[in-house]
Nanobody, 123 residues
Framework: QVQLVESGGGLVQAGGSLRLSCTAS????????MGWFRQAPGKERGLVAA????????VYTDSVKGRFTISRDNAKNTVYLQMNSLRPEDTAVYYC????????????????WGQGTQVTVSS
């Protein structure tokens, strides 16, 4: 059974940091690209960051470049999202997802999804 379990969300003040984790099971994690997406109320789910299976390539949405870092540990079947200098507009439910495509930026390319973790940034 495939599972992606996110953790690390919470409430933080603007300028603060959070580290999200997503632990996978039930599939060959090291063969899948991974992504972090977010969805704010009334908005579509969109890519935050993605990382290739080997970890050798990453992509970020423009609004988080220089503030967020995606990484992975294939020995632990875990992908991380380090979020620094958080802003109120980063408030959303954050989802991790797995893709067999390699590295992907659109939701339809992802095969598996976690349940999400809430991140709230207060001003």
């Amino acid at each position: 059974q495939v599972q992606l379990v996110e953790s690390g969300g919470g409430l933080v003040q603007a300028g603060g940091s959070l580290r999200l984790s997503c632990t996978a099971s039930g599939f060959s994690f090291s063969r899948y690209g991974m992504g972090w997406f977010r969805q704010a109320p009334g908005k579509e789910r969109g890519l935050v960051a993605a990382i290739a299976a080997s970890g050798g390539r990453t992509v970020y949405t423009d609004s988080v470049k220089g503030r967020f870092t995606i990484s992975r540990d294939n020995a632990k079947n875990t992908v991380y999202l380090q979020m620094n200098s958080l802003r109120p507009e980063d408030t959303a439910v954050y989802y991790c997802a797995a893709t067999s495509v390699g590295i992907a930026t659109i939701t339809s390319s992802y095969n598996y999804w976690g349940q999400g973790t809430q991140v709230t940034v207060s001003s």
